[in-house]
């Protein structure tokens, strides 16, 4: 590109109010800010995320984070060029509520509107963040999501596998949660598993005896469940040790069969240039860990974004926005908020797949 354009980026998918702006012309693109409001303590009472608590919490937050990214970018409103805005999937309240203040911002100002995937927006934060060239494969895995993509250009994606039922982030929040852990759960498991001893209680390792790269986490959930409560039965209550062995043997398990289907979707996938990872799983250490051994014995580079880019964020929705415009894409007012929006539109629906349970 040989101008410059400043794109604002909203997100408000799940439980995270974002906005960023992206500036880009020749070169690499830059993120001037990216301004994130969490709603982890308007949740906390309720173990997971309450859908009607966080679209409100979005309409209140929204104009508040879109001020401090300008004021933090040093760009004005009259300076943007361009509104991308999550337009799915995610809670249908919250998306709502990001799209309405995109269309409002877009119509203010006369400028181009651009919907963007969600998911999208994670699966190519490898090239904004490390100017990974397609094609390359890209877990994405997160508290609502997981499958593994091929990433062929900024919108050909060939979904290899997904979770028929839970995603991780969701199991480890449902873990933490019985185990009397904080929310959210997959920080507070990792933290409490770094004490414990991952060989204590046999834990399964679902679908590693069928082919393919589906996964499902359900079955590891309830066997976590089991456990706890034959301890509680036997001895009266949980130890400290207890939970932190618990936590150890969960994250071990899903570890191993992150690893081993990474490795099956590596196979046969011919011209990759990296394996990617992103979503707010990724932010786990041990996990990253062995998926990155994963790449090394593929081969491949192994490409984690930093861990503010890893979890909702906007910088990513403005860069995924850019690219459609870029390739002349825009929306009118007539954008819709979705709550499922698949990247691979002639992939057969996952069925359960998605946010269930306290996140929908």
Not at 94 to 110: D, E, I
Not at 326 to 354: E, F, H, K, N
Request: contains cysteine.
């Amino acid at each position: 590109m040989t101008t410059a354009l400043t794109i604002l980026g909203l997100e408000s998918s799940c439980d995270d109010t974002a906005a960023a702006v992206l500036r880009a012309g020749e070169g690499v693109p830059a993120i001037l800010s990216s301004i994130v409001a969490g709603q982890t303590d308007l949740h906390a009472a309720f173990g997971g995320v309450v859908p009607e608590i966080a679209a409100r919490a979005h309409a209140e937050k929204l104009d508040h984070v879109v001020e401090r990214a300008l004021a933090a970018a040093g760009v004005t409103l009259s300076q943007i060029d361009a509104i991308a805005v999550t337009a799915g999937p995610g809670l249908i309240g919250g998306v709502l509520s990001g799209v309405m203040a995109a269309k409002g911002l877009a119509m203010g100002l006369g400028k181009p509107l651009v919907g963007v995937n969600h998911l999208a927006g994670h699966a190519l934060t490898p090239v904004l963040t490390d100017g990974l060239a397609f094609p390359y494969l890209m877990l994405l895995v997160s508290g609502g999501h997981c499958q593994f993509l091929r990433v062929d250009g900024p919108e050909a994606f060939t979904r290899l596998g997904g979770t028929i039922d839970d995603a991780p982030g969701e199991a480890f929040d449902k873990v933490a949660r019985l185990l009397g852990l904080s929310q959210p759960g997959g920080p507070a498991v990792e933290a409490a598993a770094l004490a414990g001893n991952p060989a204590r209680f046999d834990l399964p390792r679902p679908l590693l005896d069928r082919p393919g790269c589906d996964l499902s986490f359900s079955g590891l959930k309830t066997a976590a469940l089991r456990a706890r409560d034959q301890l509680i039965a036997a001895q009266g209550g949980l130890s400290e040790q207890d939970r932190a062995d618990l936590c150890a043997g969960f994250q071990e398990a899903v570890a191993d069969v992150l690893a081993i289907k990474s490795a099956r979707a590596l196979t046969g996938q011919p011209g990759l240039t990296g394996f990617a990872v992103a979503g707010g799983v990724a932010a786990n250490r041990a996990l990253r860990a062995r998926l990155m051994a994963v790449a090394a014995d593929a081969g491949l580079p192994f490409i984690a974004p930093p861990l503010a880019l890893c979890t909702d964020n906007a910088a990513m929705i403005a860069f995924a926005g850019l690219l459609a415009l870029q390739a002349g894409r825009t929306d009118d007012l007539t954008l819709s908020a979705r709550p499922r929006w698949p990247l691979d539109r002639d992939a057969t629906p996952l069925i359960g797949s998605g946010k269930k349970g306290a996140k929908a």
